[in-house]
């Protein structure tokens, strides 16, 4: 059996049994443990399976899980910064909001706002603001990512390219202290570079964690902003660039305290 018919069997066998092991695999295949290792490898670098000590399991089953995981990472604080991104934006406007779990905790600020028109390519944003006093509640049309409810890829963009809100709210993955806003996924940046041209006022809600990771693909540079939320101060790198952009830094504990 080639290369190609071992990585179509293993796909359709985590469909069936979420996980598998690298020596089940070797037996089955008649193949090496290092071959089915590198099958494994070749899988999640498509993005079609997860790697675990031994094996792999399914790609959606552990995206799923570490997204619920990081609904929980700095919860208090994301729902504070949720709390003081939806006081920038008033009744009776448009907003925009891309998906992550910091733009979720916006989106559930925002329930108590009336006349809103929201836009999202995030499913979950759009569910939560379900029966409360928006106007309207738009949905981006295109391929749902299952594991986050995300709607990425061309067809988003485009979708969103026809509309002009008034308030764009992004999430990232990594900040730099060189003012550089970042994600992992190049398909889930050319959403949120949409998202930010086609907005008049443009809002980002990161915690400062993330100035501890690193990841390849630029959405934007802070002085493209309008507005920062986030927890703590930044460093005094990311400061200046803000500065120099005009963008307004606003802290959590600021907040609180006043």
């Known amino acids: 059996m080639d290369a ?26 008649g193949v090496s443990t290092q071959t089915i290792r590198a099958d494994l490898r070749a899988l999640s670098d498509r993005g079609l399976a997860m790697r675990t000590h031994g094996g792999a399991e399914r790609a959606d089953q552990s995206s799923s899980r570490e997204y619920a995981a990081r609904r929980q990472t700095c919860a208090p604080q994301k729902e504070a910064m949720g709390r003081i991104a939806a006081s920038l ?3 009776n406007c448009s907003v925009s909001l891309n998906i992550g779990t910091s733009t979720e905790q916006v989106a559930k600020a925002l329930a108590a706002h009336s006349g809103l028109t929201v836009l999202s390519n995030n499913i979950n944003i759009i569910n939560s603001l379900i029966g409360t006093r928006s106007k309207d509640l ?13 709607i990425v890829g061309e067809d ?20 730099d202290a060189d003012g550089s806003v970042l994600d992992f996924d190049a ?16 809002i980002l809600v990161c915690d400062t964690s993330k100035f501890a990771i690193s990841a390849p693909v630029r959405i934007c540079a802070i002085a493209e902003l309008d507005y920062v939320v ?21 802290i959590m504990e600021q907040d609180n305290d006043g």
């Open 156 to 175: 988003a963009v485009e979708f969103i390219s026809r509309y002009k809100v008034d308030f764009a709210v992004i999430g990232a993955s990594a900040l």
């Open 138 to 150: 738009i949905l981006a049309g295109g391929a749902v990512r299952q594991s986050d409810g995300a």
């Open 89 to 91: 934006i008033p009744d």
């Open 4 to 29: 190609n018919s071992r990585h179509q069997n293993i796909v359709d066998l985590l469909k069936d049994q979420d996980r598998v092991q690298v020596e089940d695999l070797a037996d089955r295949f």
């Open 187 to 202: 398909r889930e940046v050319s959403v949120a570079r949409a998202v930010l041209r086609n907005a008049r006022t443009r």
């Open 230 to 250: 986030t927890d703590a101060p930044p460093p005094l790198e990311f400061c200046e660039q803000a500065r120099l952009g005009q963008t307004e830094i606003l």
